[in-house]
């Protein structure tokens, strides 16, 4: 198997990009914050944004790496034009166990309330969340807490022809302002030279050895165990995963990896999330909330088959597809949870009749489309909440197969196919699932493919379509 490296290029190849003049402002708006801060004897959120000179936001994550930031996050739907780059951390949200989601939300709720703003788009919340509290834990996922949401110091955001940067400070009681502004402006000019010197990543092939977390056969014994288990009513679906260890003998680039996923997979949103020595990334076609000034958008997406050789091939696999009674019967068990899930907190709420096919280019899938209006004191975290872990990534019912899973799946699946996006001070935001993905550390890497298992579901097939999942990442990282 190959590779993906990227050798050095000429520093920022001619590159010019200068700042907007956001350090007056940022003054002004630090001292409003501080006094807010001693007036309510809490830390005050401070962001100041406005528009910038277009770059490349893949650009703006290499200069992340030159700055040698301990955290950065990449959000994007390259499709629709949109795209995310965070980098460093002003303000951070952490919670656990049961109450996480609503805990976050809690806490989103209290930092943007004292927050003070200055631009026409505020300061958002860029993470996700684990996909288990319980599950059982390794080193693995070292630095990716429970939830981790956060603040970056520095915001890229993309909207089609908008680009703005908004710079973000936490302004505690006890701050030195002077001393706060002077960071503030010494970042601004060292993410300037960065991003000046930053170039995209040109791939170049290495050799790469992948091997199953989980041998082969014993993995599909658990599928025909598990099938036998739902074929007792124990359960309805399990989705189970695969593990692949992957290694290469230099060091992955996240940066080239995205580029790939970028080309290959444009229609599905593109993450990577670095915290200290690991980046988890992938391309997920799959979107699990999306709330725009109280308009929510859903989908279910479950049932899979592979893309045909010829035009011909592909239109009788996608007829087969659509006429599976294993797949609309798997895919139903979505659909009419995520419906059930909605009935309490969305008015209007309007669902595809049937499902139609969404083509990848090496997979395609069932997929409904689902949307409504929010009621009122519905904020998007505590949906996602309600909503994760759907059975397209899970199971049905949710508590028996999460344990399920928790005891026989033998991954620790950390971040794997749970919520990653962001929320903003409006309470709109939007969350993807992360599948087709895998956790990134030096020259190692473990990537990650589910299969939803139901009482007919057979242990070959389950196997390769887990292949064909997993071959987003490894062609990104180089793998044919």
């Not at 995205?258 to 080309?263: P, V």
């Not at 020595?277 to 709330?291: H, I």
């Not at 009122?376 to 199971?395: K, M, S």
Request: include cysteine; aromatic fraction near 6%.
């Amino acid at each position: 198997m190959k590779m993906v490296v990227s050798p050095s290029k000429p520093a920022g190849q001619g590159l010019r990009w200068s700042p907007p003049a956001m350090l007056p402002p940022l003054r002004a708006a630090i001292h409003v914050g501080y006094a807010r801060a001693i007036e309510r004897g809490v830390p005050v959120l401070v962001s100041v944004s406005r528009p910038v000179t277009p770059v490349a936001p893949l650009r703006v994550l290499a200069a992340a790496t030159l700055l040698g930031s301990a955290h950065s996050a990449y959000f994007a739907a390259p499709s629709e034009d949109r795209a995310l780059v965070g980098i460093g951390h002003a303000a951070q949200i952490t919670t656990t166990g049961p109450t996480r989601f609503t805990d976050a939300a809690i806490r989103w709720h209290e930092f943007m309330a004292d927050a003070v703003v200055d631009g026409v788009v505020g300061p958002l919340f860029l993470g996700g969340f684990a996909f288990d509290p319980l599950r059982p834990h390794t080193d693995l996922w070292r630095g990716f807490s429970e939830t981790l949401l956060a603040v970056p110091q520095l915001l890229w955001r993309v909207a089609a022809a908008e680009v703005t940067l908004t710079l973000s400070v936490l302004v505690a009681p006890a701050a030195e302002p002077t001393r706060t502004i002077a960071e503030a402006s010494a970042l601004l000019a060292r993410f300037t030279q960065a991003l000046n010197a930053a170039a995209l990543p040109s791939p170049l092939p290495q050799d790469l050895h992948a091997q199953d977390v989980r041998p082969a056969r014993e993995w599909r014994d658990l599928v025909a165990t598990t099938a036998d288990a739902i074929r007792a009513g124990r359960y309805q679906k399990v989705v189970l995963a695969r593990g692949v260890e992957v290694t290469a003998p230099e060091p992955f680039e996240a940066d080239a990896a995205l580029e790939a996923l970028t080309e290959h997979y444009p229609t599905a949103y593109q993450f990577a999330l670095h915290h200290g020595d690991r980046t988890f990334m992938g391309a997920t076609p799959e979107l699990l909330a999306r709330v725009t000034d109280g308009r929510l958008q859903t989908m279910a997406l479950a049932g899979s088959a592979p893309r045909g050789a010829t035009a011909s091939d592909d239109d009788q696999i996608g007829a087969a597809l659509l006429d599976s009674v294993k797949n609309q019967g798997e895919h139903h068990i979505v659909t009419s949870t995520i419906r059930a899930a909605l009935a309490a907190r969305v008015s209007n709420l309007t669902v595809d009749p049937e499902p139609h096919l969404r083509l990848l280019p090496n997979v395609q899938h069932l997929e409904t489309r689902i949307s409504g209006e929010l009621l009122p004191g519905q904020p998007i975290l505590d949906l996602i909440g309600e909503l994760h872990p759907t059975p397209a990534v899970g199971g049905f019912p949710r508590d028996a197969a999460l344990a399920a899973i928790r005891a026989t799946e033998g991954l620790d699946r950390g971040w794997y196919a749970a919520p990653v996006g962001w929320i903003d001070a409006d309470g709109n935001g939007e969350f993807a699932v992360a599948l087709r993905s895998g956790i990134v550390r030096g020259d190692a890497a473990t990537l990650f493919a589910g299969c939803g298992i139901v009482g007919d579901s057979d242990p070959d097939a389950e196997y390769h379509e887990a292949q064909l999942k997993l071959q987003p990442m490894l062609r990104a990282l180089g793998g044919e």
